[in-house]
């Protein structure tokens, strides 16, 4: 599914996306109307906002993993199985290009001609290579990298001089006292980097970093997003509250006080004052369901595990609405594993944390009773 939005996630609107069922890996946008849209075998390119897909089914000893464009014409894609593709009219044909061996996670150009690949020898993510064009792709030199550096986790290019990249995996931060998110720059094309300690990790890993200039920047983990204002000196993290169980995936920036940070969970929060404030564009449940029971066509329940409020939604309308029962006892991370019921009123929710509830109005309002254990000695016969 593709959606889109005009008006800052305020609203967003479906849009005919001619591949329904495939897995979406990347999307890029330079401006409103031309984008790029990869999924495993699939490029997806429009110009005029979403309305025209242009669909080209390429398939190839691997998978398309990112993409970018330097105009509305040119761009490239890498990914697994040393893929490196180039257009040069804004997706409708492409091109192989060589590549030395290398399973592509993150690919930037400056320009049509100055362009860095990242990657590993292997899908198992061994042997991390950074490489360099002069030449729009035609050729490609290796660029030597950090001591102790294992994976990537994100690549920035500011200039041909000019590369950030930051570690994905943090066991290689065996010089620290503390396991920390590290980053690297370098201002002179990779012949020297400079190391920055982010900060500390509790097990997640780099996932993504941005830099427009050599001073300001963003990097996101598993859980947190830091940016930095003076190059790397000094880090900030920033707060967001994202529930107990939810986890950073992704930001968005281009530059100046606006910042959209998107997770599991799920969440889509949008900052328009520097990340003083924070907006949540997605509404209503969105939790893992874990069980649903219909009495009839139009009476029933739907149990999940909720980062906040109440675990228990129920419908009298066949499900057109809904609206959260009464369980002020219950802990609200935990999902419902199974509802039964007797009549339309009197009815039990049973709980992951071995708690059972009661209902004596159809679920409106639930009490928690005490559930028993009977054990068959012969098979169920007794």
Same mark, same amino acid.
């Not at 305020?10 to 001619?18: A, G, L, Q, V, Y």
């Not at 609200?332 to 109005?361: H, K, L, M, R």
């Given at each position: ?27 890029? +946008?330079? #401006? %409103? =109307?031309? /984008? ?6 699939? @490029? ?5 906002? $979403?309305? *025209? ?15 970018? +464009?330097v #105009? %509305? =014409?040119? /761009? ?6 040393? @893929? ?5 009219? $804004?997706? *409708? ?15 930037? +150009?400056? #320009?049509? =001609?100055? /362009? ?21 792709g ?7 990298l950090?001591?102790? +550096?294992?994976r ?5 290019v500011i ?53 427009l ?5 963003y ?6 997003l830091?940016?930095t204002?003076?190059g790397g000196?000094?880090?900030e ?91 002020p ?7 419902v ?22 209902t ?23």
């Amino acid at each position: 599914m593709v959606m889109r939005t005009f008006d800052g996630g305020e609203s967003c609107t479906n849009i005919d996306f001619p591949a329904a069922g495939v897995q979406i890996r990347f999307v890029n +946008f330079r #401006d %409103n =109307n031309h /984008g790029v849209v990869v999924a495993w075998s699939h @490029i997806f390119t429009t110009s005029d906002a $979403g309305e *025209i897909w242009h669909d080209t089914h390429w398939q190839q000893a691997g998978v398309y993993v990112a993409a970018d +464009f330097v #105009d %509305n =014409n040119t /761009g490239w894609i890498t990914g697994s199985g040393s @893929i490196l593709i180039k257009t040069s009219d $804004g997706g *409708i044909n492409w091109s192989r290009q060589s590549i030395p061996t290398i399973h592509g996670q993150a690919i930037d +150009f400056v #320009d049509e =001609n100055v /362009g860095f690949v990242a990657g590993h020898m292997n899908q198992n993510f061994d042997y991390p290579r950074l490489y360099k064009t002069l030449e729009g792709g035609g050729s490609w030199t290796s660029i030597p990298l950090p001591e102790l +550096f294992e994976r990537f986790g994100g690549l920035s290019v500011i200039s041909q001089q000019q590369i950030w990249i930051s570690a994905f995996n943090h066991s290689i931060n065996q010089d620290s006292t503390f396991a920390v998110f590290k980053a690297y720059y370098t201002n002179n094309g990779g012949t020297d980097w400079t190391t920055f300690e982010i900060g500390h990790t509790d097990g997640s890993m780099v996932l993504k970093m941005k830099f427009l200039t050599e001073e300001e920047g963003y990097v996101v983990s598993c859980g947190q997003l830091y940016r930095t204002f003076d190059g790397g000196e000094n880090r900030e993290t920033i707060p967001i509250e994202t529930g107990f169980i939810s986890s950073c995936t992704d930001f968005s920036w281009q530059g100046g006080d606006e910042l959209f940070v998107s997770g599991t969970g799920q969440f889509l929060f949008k900052s328009e004052d520097n990340e003083q404030s924070w907006k949540n564009l997605v509404e209503g449940p969105i939790n893992d369901f874990k069980s649903v029971y219909f009495l009839n066509e139009q009476q029933g329940f739907s149990g999940y595990g909720g980062i906040d409020g109440p675990s228990i939604l129920r419908p009298t309308d066949g499900g057109l609405s809904w609206q959260h029962a009464n369980n002020p006892d219950i802990f609200t991370y935990t999902p419902v594993s199974s509802f039964g019921f007797d009549s339309e009123a009197n009815g039990w929710a049973a709980f992951t944390s071995n708690q059972i509830f009661e209902t004596n109005d159809g679920g409106l309002f639930l009490t928690s009773t005490k559930g028993e254990i009977i054990k068959s000695t012969d098979y169920g016969s007794s």
